[in-house]
T-cell receptor
Framework: AQTVTQSQPEMSVQEAETVTLSCTYD???????LFWYKQPPSRQMILVIR??????QNATENRFSVNFQKAAKSFSLKISDSQLGDAAMYFC???????????????FGTGTRLQVTL | EAQVTQNPRYLITVTGKKLTVTCSQN?????MSWYRQDPGLGLRQIYY???????DKGDVPEGYKVSRKEKRNFPLILESPSPNQTSLYFC????????????FGPGTRLTVT
């Protein structure tokens, strides 16, 4: 079974600075997808960024980028120019590329709560 | 607007009183799933459905039931709720192929006393 580990329960960053959230995962599969979800106080789960394991190029979405190290099974999220609205819980998640029922689920880490200070 | 809806958003109930949390999506997704979120544990899958009348257990199915009689609806049923089912519940849906994003509902905060 796949596991996802987020070792930083809480992080803090000053507005306009850069912060990196860590995520490691364990899998025996070679093809899969990785995600970062943001959960603001509204509790809504918002997809921030996704990475396909077969792509070597790191995904970027505006101020959000990832550092995907497949051999090390590491998938960190970098937030540049942090804004107050970035304050939220961030979850790293894994999904197999196998198109079966069990494999279609998202496996989540335990989350990192990001605080943004002035 | 493409969306997943859940009702109710908040629910306080007592042990043993049957309840249903509804989930509906308007995107014609085949795949639907229920997750529960608990502090320090992240989100864990309860049940999922690959299509109408096709459901199966996830990682934490004990104490829950589901049904999928229509493609758009996937209700979560707690026949005899217990305090350890106090949690935040999310419904999610997607097209079957794993390349597609899963869309989440707004969540249901359940408290069982």
């Amino acid at each position: 079974a796949q596991t996802v580990t987020q070792s930083q329960p809480e992080m803090s960053v000053q507005e306009a600075e850069t912060v990196t959230l860590s995520c490691t995962y364990d899998t025996s599969e070679s093809d899969y997808y990785l995600f970062w979800y943001k959960q603001p106080p509204s509790r809504q789960m918002i997809l921030v960024i996704r990475q396909e394991a077969y792509k070597q190029q790191n995904a970027t979405e505006n101020r959000f980028s990832v550092n995907f190290q497949k051999a090390a099974k590491s998938f960190s999220l970098k937030i540049s120019d942090s804004q107050l609205g970035d304050a939220a819980m961030y979850f790293c998640a894994y999904r197999s590329a196998l198109n079966t029922g069990t494999a279609s689920k998202l496996t989540f880490g335990t989350g990192t709560r990001l605080q943004v200070t002035l | 607007e493409a969306q997943v809806t859940q009702n109710p958003r908040y629910l306080i109930t007592v042990t043993g009183k049957k309840l249903t949390v509804t989930c509906s999506q308007n995107m014609n997704h085949e795949y639907m799933s229920w997750y529960r979120q608990d502090p320090g544990l992240g989100l864990r899958q309860i049940y999922y459905s690959m299509n109408v009348e096709v459901t199966d257990k996830g990682d934490v199915p004990e104490g829950y039931k589901v049904s999928r009689k229509e493609k758009r609806n996937f209700p979560l049923i707690l026949e005899s709720p217990s305090p350890n089912q106090t949690s935040l519940y999310f419904c999610a849906s997607s097209f079957l192929a794993t390349t597609y994003e899963q869309y989440f509902g707004p969540g249901t905060r359940l408290t069982v006393t």
